[in-house]
């Protein structure tokens, strides 16, 4: 049988676990306000990024990873790329993170390319961006809920520019009187719909009238 502790023993022993620490703090950290100063953070590269990246590389895109970054009120870039060059110019394209840059780069190449091609029958030159991050709340949200786009997991497009010269724009095609511009459109729409957790475009509402709204959030929200 164990001899009994003394209590002069374990009382010494329970104060000195009160002051070193017994009780663990689990508040949470506190969050840092929207527009702070943006902060490095030393984060190690996860095994989805690693595994995006190679992906990328396979298909022989140009990017450029990007360091993780706390820019305050939940906006942080984590896991991204700026995309160099993916065979098609973009316009406004900052930080993606990288699975949005994978899901951009496949349907740029293997959706919106072959259909200007078969549809409108000139090859796709350049594509216009509306730019990708930005640290904001969702449009119009009551509950100042974030966008995508604050966490570089959102792009909108607003526009395409072919070979022949025509500018085709989500502002001024989506109810086109030409009906190849309306079915391109659409085409390329219902193809984002099925790389892209989100899509959104003018049939949503109002704030997408003039462009394509593309998240990579795993929702299967579609309109």
Not at 111 to 140: D, H, N, W
Not at 199 to 212: F, G, I, K, Q, T
Request: hydrophobic share 40%; aromatic share 6%; proline share 7%.
């Amino acid at each position: 049988m164990r001899p009994p502790v003394h209590p002069s023993i374990v009382l010494p022993l329970l104060l000195a676990g009160c002051v070193f620490g017994g009780e663990r703090d689990t508040r949470p950290p506190p969050v840092r306000p929207m527009g702070s100063r943006p902060i490095t953070l030393n984060l190690p590269t996860s095994r989805e990024t690693q595994t995006c990246y190679a992906d990328l590389a396979r298909e022989d895109v140009r990017y450029s990873p990007l360091p993780d970054r706390d820019f305050g009120g939940g906006c942080m870039v984590i896991g991204a790329v700026q995309l160099i060059d993916i065979g098609v110019p973009v316009t406004n394209l900052t930080a993606m993170r990288c699975g949005l840059a994978r899901a951009f780069v496949g349907w740029t190449r293997n959706a919106v390319a072959p259909a200007a091609f078969q549809i409108l029958g000139s090859r796709l030159v350049k594509i216009e961006s509306m730019g990708t991050y930005a640290c904001r709340a969702v449009a119009g949200s009551p509950t100042g809920r974030l966008s995508g786009h604050a966490l570089a997991n959102a792009v909108d497009i607003s526009g395409f520019v072919l070979e022949d010269g025509r500018r085709i724009t989500i502002a001024g095609g989506w109810n086109s009187a030409d009906d190849g511009i309306r079915r391109f459109l659409r085409i390329i729409h219902d193809s984002a719909c099925k790389r892209f957790g989100t899509v959104l475009s003018p049939e949503y509402n109002a704030a997408h009238h003039d462009h394509l709204h593309l998240e990579d959030d795993g929702k299967n929200f579609c309109r």
